[in-house]
């Protein structure tokens, strides 16, 4: 069984270029999670869906930034433009319910540097 | 003040030893505790799972959970290089669904 997909797994981009970074969820996960991991600041909630709908998103550090989730098999996070600052590795993650506990899997993660 | 602090290490021990990686956290709402390993260029696993207080025994690993104290605990007994990884403590509230608040993670190596 296919775990979390996310692509690309590396992407190197100059900043003000924008950036989409895709997750497939498990298939059969109501509830979809987008972080970001970085050294100085750990891993951070940026956004999460439930149902494909956005309950969250607090956590997204600024308007550049967006998440979309048109269906409950595909989600997309974009920033735009990109700067410096971005780089970082973005993992997606998902769940079966939005209960408390329950457990999330995380995807392999997309490693981004913007120079 | 961070809700949740972890000291980040780094952490080497040799083969063997028992290994203690801890976690304090300062919201009283929390119910969920979890454990995530996460080893280099990897997503994060769960690894541990505890419910409120106690403790919870798999194998060589054992979590520990104080909420009188807000301090959650993880022991890795006869460690194995195999365990060289970051270990991540996450925690949630009850009402907040499976929204996780993560420490910072304490890389540990395990030193054959």
């Known amino acids: 069984d296919a775990g979390v997909i996310q692509s690309p797994r590396h992407e190197v981009t100059e900043m003000g270029q924008e950036v989409t970074l895709r997750c497939k969820p498990i298939?059969?996960?109501?509830?979809l999670f987008w972080y970001r991991q970085t050294m100085m600041r750990g891993l951070e909630l940026l956004i999460y869906f439930n149902n494909n709908v956005p309950i969250d998103d607090s956590g997204m550090p600024e308007d550049r930034f967006s998440a979309k989730m048109p269906n409950a098999s595909f989600s997309t996070l974009k920033i735009q433009p990109s700067e410096p600052r971005d780089s970082a590795v973005y993992f997606c993650a998902s769940s079966l319910w939005l209960a408390g506990g329950d457990t999330q899997y995380f995807g392999p993660g997309t490693r981004l540097t913007v120079l | 003040q961070k809700e949740v602090e972890q000291d980040p290490g780094p952490l080497s021990v040799p083969e063997g030893a028992i290994v203690s990686l801890n976690c304090t956290y300062s919201?009283?709402?929390?119910?969920?505790f979890m454990w995530y390993r996460q080893y280099s260029r990897k997503g994060p696993e769960l690894l541990m799972y505890t419910y409120s207080s106690g403790n919870k025994e798999d194998g060589r690993f054992t979590a520990q959970v104080d909420k009188s104290s807000k301090y959650i605990s993880l022991f890795i007994r006869d460690s194995q290089p195999s365990d060289s990884a970051t270990y991540l403590c996450?925690?949630?509230?009850?009402?907040?669904?499976?929204?996780?608040?993560f420490g910072e993670g304490t890389q540990l190596t395990v030193n054959p």
């Open positions: 919201n009283s709402a929390f119910q969920y």
């Open positions: 298939s059969g996960h109501n509830s």
């Open positions: 996450a925690m949630s509230e009850e009402t907040s669904g499976s929204r996780l608040t």
